[in-house]
């Protein structure tokens, strides 16, 4: 069992910036990959990024790219998302994802 808290969310205008961050806890934790995902109002859950938790490799998806940063605190087992130049279109529940488990979600919300 792995468990997955994520924090940090919250209202920000357009332009502005805020950090995620996401707490890993329990005896089935890996160092594998961590991941965050977001659902949109009324759309699905889409990627956002994830990283590979020992070489620290990273991927993001396009919408974010130059704008996200994932990284980790490994002592910790903390994941953290640093999204800079926010848009309206950012405003969605973020979610910390760690191979089959979820964490319960934050709320971020972009006004314009």
């Known amino acids: 069992q792995v468990q997955l808290v994520e924090s940090g969310g919250g209202l920000v205008q357009a332009g502005g910036s805020l950090r995620l961050s996401c707490a890993a806890s329990g005896r089935a934790f890996s160092t594998y990959l961590m991941a965050w995902f977001r659902q949109p109002p009324g759309k699905e859950r889409e990627f956002v990024a994830a990283?590979?938790?020992?070489?620290?490799?990273?991927w993001y998806a396009d919408s974010v790219k130059g704008r996200f940063t994932v990284s980790r605190d490994s002592a910790e087992n903390t994941l953290y998302l640093q999204m800079d130049s926010l848009k309206t279109e950012d405003t969605a529940i973020y979610y910390c994802?760690?191979?089959?488990?979820w964490g319960q979600g934050t709320q971020v919300t972009v006004s314009s």
């Open positions: 990283l590979g938790w020992i070489l620290g490799n990273t």
């Open positions: 994802n760690h191979l089959q488990w």
